[in-house]
């Protein structure tokens, strides 16, 4: 069973600066794509940042610059640093993966259960 578990969400303030962490377990014998999604209330789920296995990068355009993206391949783990936070960043962020178990045998999706940011002064 596949498992992607969040942490390093919560209260901050603008100007801010939080770490996501997204551990992946479970079977799991590769990983082709590791990111992060937002999704703010009233409003559909996006990309905020993803790295694939190679290491190259895609951001969104409201967090370039801001925001950066990494993982340990070692321990199947991305992290999201989140810096300059603003009042529009705050969302639910999911922790999303593409990955390849040996029970499945193909890549499929799988979503962490998320975690809240939130912005205030």
């Known amino acids: 069973q596949v498992q992607l578990v969040e942490s390093g969400g919560g209260l901050v303030q603008p100007g801010g600066a939080l770490r996501l962490s997204c551990a992946a377990s479970?079977?799991?014998?590769?990983?082709?794509?590791m990111g992060w999604y937002r999704q703010a209330p009233g409003k559909q789920r996006e990309l905020v940042a993803e790295?694939?296995?190679?290491?190259?990068?895609d951001y969104a355009d409201s967090v370039k610059g801001r925001f950066t993206i990494s993982r340990d391949n070692a321990e199947n783990t991305v992290y999201l640093q989140m810096n300059s936070l603003k009042h529009e960043d705050p969302a639910v962020y999911f922790c999303?993966?593409?990955?390849?178990?040996?029970?499945?045998?193909?890549?499929?999706?799988?979503w962490g259960q998320g975690t809240q940011v939130t912005v205030s002064s």
């Open positions: 999303h993966a593409e990955l390849r178990t040996r029970a499945l045998g193909s890549y499929a999706a799988y």
């Open positions: 479970g079977g799991i014998c590769s990983i082709a794509a």
């Open positions: 790295i694939i296995t190679a290491g190259s990068t």
